[in-house]
């Protein structure tokens, strides 16, 4: 399965559809970031490694914060980005 696309919106369609850039450009925060897999959320504006660390942090329909939340860690990469501390 590879069809997970580096933007999700929360409620919303993903955007774009066609081919995944070495690193894409919020164009609401100007965060960057790489990686097929990458997530960045268009509510909070924080990034994260995939869905499964997206999803920690999506609670009935908000954004938590990242940091508050034990299940997520940053990641050791040249732009800030969240992933699941335990795996
Ligand atoms: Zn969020
Ligand atoms: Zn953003």
Redesign the pocket.
């Known amino acids: 399965m590879c069809s997970i696309w580096v933007v999700r919106s929360p409620g919303g369609q993903p955007e774009g559809s066609l081919g995944v850039p070495a690193v894409t450009t ?6 960057e970031w790489g990686g097929m897999h990458t997530s ?3 509510s909070c ?3 994260f490694d995939g869905i499964a660390s997206f999803d920690q942090h999506r609670n009935r329909g908000r954004c938590a914060e990242p940091g508050e939340l034990s299940a997520l860690a940053l990641l050791p990469r040249a732009y800030r980005c969240w992933g699941l501390g335990s795996c």
């Open positions: 919020c164009r609401h925060c100007g965060a960045h959320c268009t504006h924080e990034t």
